[in-house]
């Protein structure tokens, strides 16, 4: 029972590089979510996708490019990486209910990244 | 938009005491109302969700919430903690309007420590 699986946890980069986070889900979901945690700030979201090939920004899109080219994965890019990106991302997945509204969110462990 | 303020940032507790950790929102629509709890170095878990129905909510490990419309609330509750509720905590809403998509707002945290 898998769930959602974040690769990789943790990365180190240095500014201005670009890397990729893979988010993999086995429910069957139709939603998916990448929310980034800073300390004292909750959890803030920065794309979500609500079916295959479809994506939409949330509240910090800036600085990160998202792709759903299959229902079960979605990835979190970053094209040139700065120290205000480090952070926890956390990728979550979620069922619909009536009228379209997202059940609970499932999430992932983590991924630490460090921008240097 | 909507918003969530968890009152709360800190809740040092004594094991066995009863702890309740507050959450406020603002929205001028209906919303689904969520708790999780995320333990160090792991990613969240629902404690539980009110969707409708009993303003009253049981959810897992003892926890239970109360929606309350009028003071647009939803504090958690547990009548008797233990060491390993030791954690952090979060209030998540999502509006029942389907302008708003499918996502999921969440406060900043409460930590809990749970002393012996």
């Known amino acids: 029972n898998a769930g959602v699986t974040q690769t990789p946890k943790f990365r180190v980069l240095k500014t201005g590089q670009s890397m990729t986070l893979l988010c993999a889900q086995d429910?069957?979901?139709?939603?998916m979510y990448w929310y980034r945690q800073d300390p004292g700030m909750g959890l803030r979201l920065i794309h979500y996708?609500?079916?295959?090939?479809?994506?939409a920004k949330g509240e910090v899109p800036d600085g990160y490019n998202v792709s759903r080219l299959k229902k079960q994965n979605f990835l979190l890019g970053l094209e040139s990486a700065a120290p205000s990106q480090t952070s926890v991302y956390f990728c979550?997945?979620?069922?619909?209910?009536?009228?379209?509204?997202?059940?609970?969110?499932?999430f992932g462990e983590g991924s630490r990244l460090t921008v240097l | 938009a909507q918003s969530v303020t968890q009152l709360d940032s800190q809740v040092p507790v004594f094991e066995e005491a009863p702890v309740e950790l507050r959450c406020n929102y603002s929205?001028?629509?209906?919303?689904?109302l969520f708790w999780y709890v995320q333990y160090p170095n792991q990613g969240l878990q629902l404690l539980l969700k009110?969707?409708?129905?009993?303003?009253l909510v049981k959810g897992i490990n003892g926890f239970e919430a109360e929606f309350n419309k009028s003071q647009t609330s939803f504090h958690l509750r547990k009548p008797s903690v233990h060491i390993s509720d030791t954690a952090e905590y979060f209030c998540?809403?999502?509006?029942?309007?389907?302008?708003?998509?499918?996502?999921?707002?969440f406060g900043g945290g409460t930590r809990v420590l749970v002393k012996p």
């Open positions: 996708s609500v079916g295959e090939g479809t994506t």
């Open positions: 009110y969707l409708s129905g009993s303003t």
């Open positions: 998540a809403v999502s509006l029942m309007i389907k302008a708003a998509g499918n996502k999921l707002t």
């Open positions: 929205s001028s629509v209906s919303v689904y």
């Open positions: 979550a997945s979620s069922y619909s209910l009536a009228g379209g509204h997202t059940g609970e969110l499932f």
């Open positions: 429910m069957n979901h139709e939603y």
